[in-house]
């Protein structure tokens, strides 16, 4: 296998020995547009190709001359962690020319330049697959022109284009994600959450404009991570009569009801059902005139543009541009020009204009006033309006059911709280929080939650309901007990691994005692990633985040040394998933995890790696290690072995990062997932409350009520915790296999490690029709 896949690495780098390529980013800037140049740099450099640098976009390729310059290692290093894009953009209006495009073949020819990447918007992408189509036509004019010899136009006969989306609008029909929509999230989401306090002290409602002239993306999932009141998005326009049942909903949540603040949230291209503009303005007018509430507005504008990257869009843009590369080197002339997106963790090559023309239908449909076809091509976006509350419209059902916290706080478990509170008030059942997990449910610590005790709960870190990490096995009478006295119908486990064990313990114990005869779901919430039934779990985000910002600090800190390597200690027990990641987001020369195992020998050649690279390319160096990823190579081994065979070269510096992993404010994306998870678990549950129902009495045995609520690749799904049993590794607590190991072969390379590529999991093409995007993605 290795030998095949030594092969597979070999062929790769002989497919790109001498053959250029050339990166350029277009259109409107989007954070994670430098961690994509990096990967497209190092990964072109990495298979043998001579890398070049477009300066200014399509502008810079139409003028050539200084705009394009070849690239190497350093070209590329410490860029990772900046916004915008360091090789510039611009608007081109030559480009859209045909003089233009002849001039931008001809710099390209002149380069010896066949192999293209560009990363912006659908108006950029599609417009390189026009140069594209056009290529032989203007290499045939250039040569009627005497420019260039008729050779040189053969020896450059066809022109690979590969496209990356750099969005922040998240509007490109056929990718889950695109570069730069959840840095903007993480942008609009410090601004909410500012303006949530100084709403509070004062009791004033805001009005807050997003960006997104023609997609509502943004403003959707800013209103559902920070639990706001009301909501415009040009995608679904409100229905005649929203002024007055606006005004409704907000009074309904009004002062005297214990709420101190209303946000509403729209997105610039808020329209009606006729298409007329709605604008922040109006709605302001329209509160203060109606409900006499102080009311402002606060236009977000191009703060949502800058700032660092999130983590997420630094390792989306790292495997998208990695991935790029793959894809030119194995392009041919009969390969369409494609575009690599994101379906659900993995990468994959999807047709250009398959996507362009799904995207240019969803404008289309708006046009025509066909709303909910354009939510369809959307992929179904929709506001899960849980906040809306009418009291006396509740049903009334005849079922409790219980919400806990297990193992280690995690951000995103009090959104999940909230969610699941208010659906499951909204479906008539009497609800229960639970203080301290399994123990607390054991000494009876159980209090009926009511709509207003969960308000203003989403954006805050931590477990509200307090969690321990006790399982069941040893207090189970009690536990019965407790069900018993408070008729407990079904259980909410909202935990990390020993949610998922103890859920396994209560389903094991049904035997014994028909009072655990109960649905039981689990939302795996932990900063580990490690519970197995899901590719990811609530508040990994936020502690790949905390951790990246924390790697980004130290590496500045040593802005002002030359040849410093740090040493620093993640979270993650057993599991690599956070060292990994943070690794991939930092742009670390190395991550030392449990899973990958190494020794003596690989340490010292990873020492020398970083030696020969220190005297050549770069000035700062970062090691991760997982805390438990060996026994004996601790991270005060490694710091000491660092700096021990480093003498001369570098210093060695070591940091443990710590709990501050777990802290900090939820991401956006825990935040969503969160809320989306205590719905769909609810919904869940709800159902099998139903199904189970004898006459009054809820009797579930069956193996599909006890199940763990996942994401995975794109789908959410309910896996039975029994099934799970086989696929989990108890000793180590984690999965047997994990997804994200796929990831580690483009760390090393990007890295300079000369490493096995059979690791690496290159992209399927897959076709892009309006039932491959009206999956869920989960984000």
């Not at 004033?204 to 909501?231: K, Q």
């Not at 486990?493 to 655990?516: H, K, M, P």
């Not at 979270?571 to 003596?600: H, K, Q, V």
Request: glycine share 10%; hydrophobic share 40%; net charge neutral.
């Amino acid at each position: 296998m290795y030998l095949q896949c030594s092969m597979d690495l070999e062929k790769l780098k002989m497919s790109g020995a001498g053959r250029a390529m050339a990166v350029l980013t277009s259109g409107g800037d989007a954070q994670g547009m430098n961690a994509a140049v990096r990967a497209v740099t190092r990964m072109g450099i990495y298979v043998g190709a001579q890398v070049y640098l477009i300066y200014e976009g399509y502008q810079g390729l139409v003028d050539g001359g200084d705009n394009i310059k070849v690239a190497n290692w350093q070209s590329v290093s410490n860029i990772i962690q900046l916004g915008g894009t360091v090789i510039g953009s611009a608007r081109c209006k030559a480009f859209t020319t045909r003089e233009g495009r002849l001039a931008a073949a001809f710099n390209l020819v002149k380069k010896g330049i066949t192999n293209l990447c560009v990363c912006g918007g659908d108006g950029s992408l599609t417009g390189a697959n026009i140069f594209r189509n056009e290529w032989n036509g203007l290499l045939e004019e250039l040569v009627s022109k005497g420019r260039i010899t008729d050779a040189v136009a053969k020896q450059h006969s066809h022109l690979n284009i590969v496209g990356l989306v750099g969005s922040i609008d998240n509007d490109f029909c056929g990718t889950d994600m695109t570069i730069g929509a959840d840095s903007a999230l993480h942008r609009i989401m410090e601004i909410v959450d500012s303006i949530m306090t100084t709403a509070q002290s004062h009791q004033r409602a805001f009005v807050l404009e997003l960006m997104g002239r023609h997609c509502g993306y943004l403003a959707l999932v800013s209103a559902l991570a920070s639990g706001a009141d009301w909501l415009f998005i040009p995608e679904a326009p409100p229905l005649e009569g929203w002024e007055d049942r606006m005004c409704a909903r907000l009074s309904s949540v009004s002062r005297t009801k214990g709420s101190r603040l209303n946000i509403i949230i729209m997105a610039e291209g808020a329209i009606d059902r006729n298409g007329d503009p709605i604008s922040s303005t109006y709605v302001k007018d329209l509160v203060s005139k109606r409900l006499g509430y102080d009311t402002r507005v606060t236009v977000l504008g191009h703060v949502q543009r800058g700032g660092t990257p999130s983590a997420f869009d630094r390792i989306l843009s790292s495997k998208l541009g990695v991935e790029a590369v793959v894809a030119l080197m194995e392009a041919s002339p009969d390969t369409p020009a494609c575009v690599i997106g994101l379906s659900g963790n993995h990468a994959v090559r999807l047709p250009l204009m398959e996507c362009v023309e799904m995207t240019k239908l969803v404008q289309t449909a708006m046009n025509e006033k066909r709303f909910d076809e354009a939510i369809k091509l959307r992929g179904g976006i929709q506001s899960k309006t849980n906040t809306k509350k009418h009291t006396s419209t509740f049903p009334q059902s005849n079922f409790s059911l219980a919400i806990l916290n297990v193992g280690a706080p995690a951000a995103g478990m009090n959104a999940a709280v909230r969610s699941a509170v208010r659906r499951a008030i909204g479906h008539g059942h009497k609800v229960y929080g639970v203080h301290d997990g399994f123990q607390g449910l054991a000494n009876g610590e159980v209090f009926e939650m009511e709509w207003h005790r969960v308000a203003g709960w989403t954006g805050q870190g931590g477990s509200l309901l307090g969690t321990k990490r006790t399982l069941p096995s040893n207090n189970m009478e009690k536990i019965v007990e407790t069900i018993t006295k408070f008729n407990i119908s079904a259980l909410l486990v909202i935990g990390g691994f020993e949610g998922y064990t103890g859920v396994l313990q209560l389903f094991e114990a049904r035997s014994q005692y028909d009072e655990l005869c109960i649905p039981m779901c689990v939302i795996p919430a932990t900063i580990s990633n490690n519970v197995p039934g899901t590719d990811f779990t609530m508040g990994a985000d936020t502690a790949v985040n905390s951790a990246m910002a924390g790697c980004d600090k130290i590496k500045q800190s040593a802005s002002g040394t030359k040849r410093r390597v740090f040493v620093v200690e993640t979270m993650g027990g057993y599991c690599g998933y956070l060292a990994t990641s943070t690794g991939i987001a930092t742009g670390a020369d190395a991550a030392y995890i449990f899973e990958d195992p190494f020794n003596i020998h690989d340490l010292k050649t990873n020492v020398e790696h970083l030696s020969e690279k220190m005297k050549k390319d770069i000035q700062r160096g970062l090691v991760l290690r997982n805390e438990k990823c060996h026994e004996n190579y601790t991270t005060d081994f490694i710091h000491r072995l660092y700096s021990a065979e480093g003498k001369g070269i570098f210093d060695c510096r070591v940091n443990v990062l710590g709990h501050l992993q777990q802290g900090g404010t939820p991401s956006p994306f825990d935040r969503n997932f969160g809320t989306k998870m205590g719905m769909r678990a609810i919904e869940w549950i709800t159902t099998k409350l139903t199904e189970n129902d004898r006459q009054g009495r809820v009797f579930a045995n069956g193996p599909d009520t006890a199940c763990v609520l996942g994401l995975k690749r794109k789908v959410i799904s309910f896996t039975p915790v029994a099934e799970l049993k086989a696929v989990t590794d108890f000793e180590h607590r984690m999965p047997k296999v994990q997804w994200w190991a796929n990831l580690r072969p483009m760390l090393k390379m990007l890295a300079k490690y000369q490493t096995s590529f059979c690791d690496y999991v290159p992209g399927e093409m897959e076709h892009v029709t309006r039932r491959s995007i009206s999956i869920d993605s989960g984000f």
